[in-house]
C-alpha cells in the first residue's frame, strides 16, 4: 500500500498529523483531547488510535501535546521525543510507563516498519524542536511547521518531497493591524517564532520538485490570517516563478477541527 496521510488538526489550537503504510500506522503529536483525536480519526477514517505503532512529538508547546499523556497511557502507545524535549515535557504529561519511553534524537534517521522516518531540526522557541520527513516505497513526505525561518540546510532536508505539509501561519499586515500585545507580535516575527504565508512561498519555490503533487498550507493563525488570504498569497508567490497551481501541483487548507482526507502519494 502506498504512503497516505491526513492532517487531522491543525492551527494555534491543536495539532495532529496521521500517517500510514500498509503495515505502519503513526501519529504526530497530539494537540488535542482524547475525545477530539477519537472523533478526529473516525472522521478520516483512520481506523483506531489503538492500532498505532507509536506517536512522533515535535516539541512541547501544549497545542502540540495537549492530549499526549492520556492517549498514550490509554492506548499503552510508545512515545518517541529527543532528550531535550522529553526533558521540556516533564510535568506537562502526567506520568508515562518508561517502557512507552523513546529517544528520537535530531537529525536521525528511524526505521517503523516499512516507513523510515528522518528527523531535522527547525527554528522555534522551545527545547529542541524537530519536525520529520516519511519515505516509504520512494515516496517522500515533508512535515514542517513552527519555525521563524526556512534554513538553506532545511530546504536540503525537505527539497523535492511528493507532498508538504508547511506552515502558513500569518498575514503580515493582519498580525501587524491586530490586537496582539507588541511583545507576542515580536516573537511570531522572530527567527524563533512562525513563519508568515509569504515566507511559505518564498520557501516553496526553492524546494518543489518534479514530483511534487500536493501542498498542505498547516498552523494558520486563526487571528492573523484566513484560508483564503493564505492560499491566494502562496499561489501568487509560486505562480510569480512559474509554477503553475491547480493541475498537476494542488494546494489545500488545513483546519483546526476538520481532518483532510486520507490521501494516497
Known sequence: MALQFSVLASGSTGNAIYVESENTRLLVDVGLSA???????????????????GILI??????????????????????????????????????VASEQKFEFEMDSVKTFGDIDVESFGVSHDAAEPMFYIFHHEGKKLTLMTDTGYVSDRMKGSIKGSDAFVIEANHDINMLMMGRYPWNIKRRILSDHGHISNEDCGHALCDVIGDR???IYLAHLSKDNNMKDIAHLSVKQTLESKGFVIGEELQLYHTDASVPTELVKL
Open 58 to 95: 515535535t516539541h512541547e508547546h501544549s497545542d502540540h501535546i495537549k492530549g499526549l499523556g492520556v492517549v498514550a497511557r490509554k492506548y499503552k502507545l510508545p512515545i518517541y521525543a529527543n532528550a531535550k524535549t522529553w526533558k521540556a515535557m516533564d510535568g506537562l504529561i502526567g506520568e
Open 35 to 53: 475525545k477530539q483525536m477519537n472523533l478526529l480519526f473516525e472522521k478520516a477514517g483512520c481506523g483506531g488510535l489503538d492500532q498505532l505503532d
Open 212 to 214: 511534487t503533487k500536493r
